[in-house]
T-cell receptor, first 116, second 116 residues
């Protein structure tokens, strides 16, 4: 089925370990996003990529890096995981331009990350 | 900056009850407004949207009217079902014709629990 695929679905890390969350979409969307979801905080934007070759910081970028590998793939890397990064991470994509959000974001099913 | 404020939950209703979830926003421009729904263990899905003042978005029995004078976009449903139990997010996008790929701004979410 068309959509946004995130891997892995679950991950447990030790403090200081690194990992990369993978995201791929097959809808030919130009824009892609990484959010984290925490209880009582809603969704907060970490990074986004308006188009292939560009990335920009969102509301909470510290401790993360991203790579827009090609039009389909947008990865999120934690270089040195901390317990404060325990969260559910969602990748999303949309058409770009002024009409992008009007067609809705398509979200992946999330990665539940625990840092101990 | 732009922001979205939702009523805090959880909201607990019996089946066939009337639902209202309040949402107000602050924006410098003329935003488009959205409601997203998240079912347990899943990513967010677009429920409905409105792009200008007095527009009414509707889907699956849910409705919301864009009220510029009160900066509100309250979600309503006349008769809820158990299957409506989910987390509901209000969001805005404040794109102008010169902006591209900028992200949605989400409220913190309201949990709805419907019992039979």
């Amino acid at each position: 089925n068309a959509g946004v695929t995130q891997t892995p679905k679950f991950q447990v890390l030790k403090t200081g370990q690194s990992m990369t969350l993978q995201c791929a979409q097959d809808m030919n969307h130009n824009s892609m996003y990484w959010y984290r979801q925490d209880p009582g905080m809603g969704l907060r934007l970490i990074y986004y990529s308006a188009s292939e070759g560009t990335t920009d910081k969102g509301e909470v970028p510290n401790g993360y890096n991203v790579s827009r590998l090609n039009k389909r793939e947008f990865s999120l890397r934690l270089e040195s995981a901390a317990p404060s990064q325990t969260s559910v991470y969602f990748c999303a994509s949309s058409l770009s331009g002024t009409g992008g959000p009007l067609y809705g974001y398509t979200f992946g099913s999330g990665t539940r990350l625990t840092v101990v | 900056g732009d922001s979205v404020t939702q009523m805090e939950g959880p909201v607990t209703l019996s089946e066939e009850a009337f639902l209202t979830i309040n949402c107000t926003y602050t924006a410098t421009g003329y935003p488009s407004l959205f409601w997203y729904v998240q079912y347990p263990g899943e990513g967010l899905q677009l429920l409905l949207k409105a792009t200008k003042a007095d527009d009414k978005g509707s889907n699956k029995g849910f409705e919301a009217t864009y009220r510029k004078e009160t900066t509100s976009f309250h979600l309503e449903k006349g008769s809820v079902q158990v299957s409506d139990s989910a987390v509901y997010f209000c969001a805005l996008s404040d794109l102008t014709p010169n902006q591209a790929g900028t992200a949605l701004i989400f409220g913190k979410g309201t949990t709805l629990s419907v019992s039979s």
